[in-house]
């Protein structure tokens, strides 16, 4: 099956992990980061920046998007002034969407702690690479670790249970029907049939 799940999560950690005051990387192509909001507003006392009201990163062929995104940052001295420093934590709330050309992430909420490399989706979690989908409430993913965890409360739109529907490549298929690949059957004129 050619289901790599694994990498949107390090994508979208990626995007959380931005470093110092620059903005997040959103695309692995790099390039300039375009961010727009109906609001920005930053509080130097706790070294917060928050974005508010359809809030969209993009960078190259991917997006982020959300109704509010906070980042915090550490205080650091720079030639005896005091400065913003490494991000601390990124938190995504309200319709969080992470979108490539081939991958999405949706969620309700999301945050990223540096500390420990996590990214925590919480509320209507749904992940989707080509026609693959995972859906469940809950996603902690240890970015660097490569460990994923995927969960559903009781209740909610999966009752409780992670579901997923997976679409093997042709060839996968065709060997679990028995049948050669496309690519190696043999024609009929090889075979003089």
Not at 34 to 61: C, F, I, K, L
Request: aromatic share 6%.
């Amino acid at each position: 099956m050619k289901i790599q799940f694994a990498h949107v999560l390090a994508a979208a950690g990626a995007v959380l992990a931005a470093a110092g005051q620059a903005p997040a990387q959103v695309s692995t192509q790099g390039g300039p980061v375009m961010v727009g909001a109906d609001t920005w507003h930053a509080d130097s006392n706790t070294h917060t920046q928050y974005y508010d009201g359809r809030v969209e990163v993009t960078q190259a062929d991917s997006r982020l998007r959300a109704d509010h995104i906070t980042i915090t940052q550490s205080a650091t001295t720079h030639s005896g002034n005091e400065g913003w420093g490494d991000v601390i934590s990124i938190e995504a709330t309200g319709n969080v969407y992470y979108v490539t050309p081939t991958e999405t992430v949706k969620g309700d909420n999301a945050i990223y702690t540096k500390a420990d490399d996590t990214m925590i989706i919480t509320g209507d979690v749904i992940l989707e690479q080509d026609q693959n989908v995972m859906s469940g409430t809950r996603l902690v993913a240890q970015i660097g670790a490569g460990q994923t965890h995927f969960d559903a409360a009781p209740g909610g739109k999966t009752n409780g249970r992670v579901k997923g529907v997976f679409y093997p490549d042709s060839q996968s298929a065709a060997k679990a029907a028995g049948a050669p690949p496309p690519s190696v059957r043999p024609s009929t004129a090889a075979t003089g049939h």
